[in-house]
Antibody, heavy 118, light 107 residues
């Protein structure tokens, strides 16, 4: 059974870097596309980007200048960094797995709430 | 970016009703449209992919249709456990975008 679990600080100060990790069990991160998505009451569901084994990435242009994703095959996990955060980055952050080559998210982590405040 | 709209924004229906939600894309997206169900405090759950394909494990009372710019999600006979918010999502063009959601409850 494939499971994803997000981890990271629940609060980040403005202008600092938000760092989250998604631990994957039941399948190797060397397969499939791996995604980050966030959700806030004001913005709804927002695609952040994906990473594929080998380093292929796609980032939402609205966040591209601030986002970095990486894969750690030795620990079977992938990560998100979002720098220069503001209150607008306050959201529930989800990691998710894609449905093969289709950009549908068929397995999700439980989500982690990140609040940006001083 | 492709803009996704949904109607209605909220819906109240009775157990056993046939319910249809619509999703419209701001441009032709072929059949690159997925539907999700989200219950409070939970992550979204994939129901339908590529407009009309039922994801494994999803009850057959859910169905999807449409192509181009106009899509539907239908629940053939509403059950109490279907109380949730439903989202559409396009992946024809990056960035992937989602609809604002349709909140469904039981009368």
């Amino acid at each position: 059974q494939v499971q994803l679990q997000e981890s990271g600080p629940g609060q980040v100060k403005p202008s600092e870097t938000l760092s989250l990790t998604c631990a994957v069990s039941g399948v190797s991160v060397s397969t499939y596309y791996w995604y980050w998505i966030r959700q806030s009451p004001g913005t709804g569901l927002e695609y952040i980007g994906y990473i594929y084994y080998g380093g292929r990435t796609n980032y939402n242009p609205s966040l591209k200048s601030r986002v970095t994703m990486s894969i750690d095959t030795s620990n079977n996990q992938f990560s998100l960094e979002l720098n220069s955060v503001t209150a607008a980055d306050t959201a529930v952050y989800y990691c998710a797995r894609g449905l093969g080559v289709i950009n549908a998210f068929n397995i999700w982590g439980q989500g982690t709430t990140v609040s940006v405040s001083s | 970016d492709i803009q996704m709209t949904q109607s209605p924004s909220s819906l109240s229906a009775s157990v056993g009703d046939r319910v249809t939600i619509t999703c419209q894309a701001s441009q032709d997206i072929g059949n690159y449209l997925n539907w999700y169900q989200q219950k409070p405090g939970k992550a979204p759950r994939l129901l339908i992919y590529d407009a009309s394909n039922l994801q494994t494990g999803v009850p057959s009372r859910f169905s999807g249709g449409g192509s181009g710019t106009d899509f539907t999600l239908t629940i053939s006979s509403l059950l109490p456990e279907d109380v949730a918010t439903y989202f559409c999502q396009q992946y024809d063009n990056f960035p992937i975008t989602f609809g604002p959601g349709t909140k469904m409850d039981i009368k």
